[in-house]
């Protein structure tokens, strides 16, 4: 099956900081890519989904300039969460697809970015 | 607001029973659906989807769905340790994929 990958698998950082997660598939073009957050015992919740080549489609009550979202090559999207703080302490999960509308098109997803913030 | 809504459990099973997931959707527009397996600390990984009514088997595992009743389930035959896991459902509007998860129920298949 296609493979996805997540950069860092874990990371930990001082409040106020600024944290970069990759997001890479690995041997197919991904024609969208969707970033998930999920707090503990709780569900996959999706924050917004991405194109290639254009602007990310926010979740409504996702800061779109706090989780900022940039999905530059079919194979690459990045999330940063600028001016982190406690409470975005979770766990950030991407998956990707290769193309859109049939119903059996499967979202593969990373292994997940466990981010705390101190 | 569409949901997916599923028991939380935990559903406890002996090793060998069948183990019986259900989940239940609000949107009539969805037209597929999605178990995910997740153990904890792991991101989740998929065991089956279906989209049309009746069942659907792979292995050990047998996907149920009915739209009539908006109504999706996963049963899973001689269950083992290794199934102890959080299942999640999810389904996909149609036109899209964006996926809308439930809650997910915890199993735990004990010896």
């Known amino acids: 099956g296609a493979v996805v990958s997540q950069h860092p698998s874990r990371v930990i950082c001082k409040s106020g900081t600024s944290v970069k997660i990759e997001c890479r598939s690995l041997d197919f073009q991904a024609t969208t890519m969707f970033w998930y957050r999920q707090f503990p015992k709780q569900s996959l919740m999706l924050m917004a989904t991405s194109n290639e080549g254009s602007k990310a489609t926010y979740e409504q009550g996702v800061e779109k300039d706090k989780f900022l979202i940039n999905h530059a090559s079919l194979t690459l999207s990045t999330l940063t969460v600028t001016s982190a703080h406690p409470e975005d302490s979770s766990f950030y999960i991407c998956?990707?697809?290769?193309?859109?509308?049939?119903?059996?098109?499967?979202?593969?997803f990373g292994p997940g970015t466990r981010l705390t913030v101190l | 607001q569409k949901e997916v809504e599923q028991n939380s459990g935990p559903l406890s099973v002996p090793e060998g029973a069948i183990a019986s997931l259900n989940c239940t959707y609000s949107d009539r527009g969805s037209q597929s659906f999605f178990w995910y397996r997740q153990y904890s600390g792991k991101s989740p990984e998929l065991i089956m989807f279906i989209y049309s009514n009746g069942d659907k088997e792979d292995g050990r595992f047998t996907a149920q769905l009915n739209k009539a009743s908006q109504y999706v389930s996963l049963l899973i035959r001689d269950s083992q340790p290794s199934d102890s896991a959080t299942y999640l459902c999810a389904d996909k509007e149609g036109g899209g994929n964006k996926l809308t998860f439930g809650t997910g129920t915890q199993l735990k298949v004990e010896l």
């Open positions: 998956s990707a697809t290769t193309s859109g509308g049939a119903s059996y098109n499967e979202q593969f």
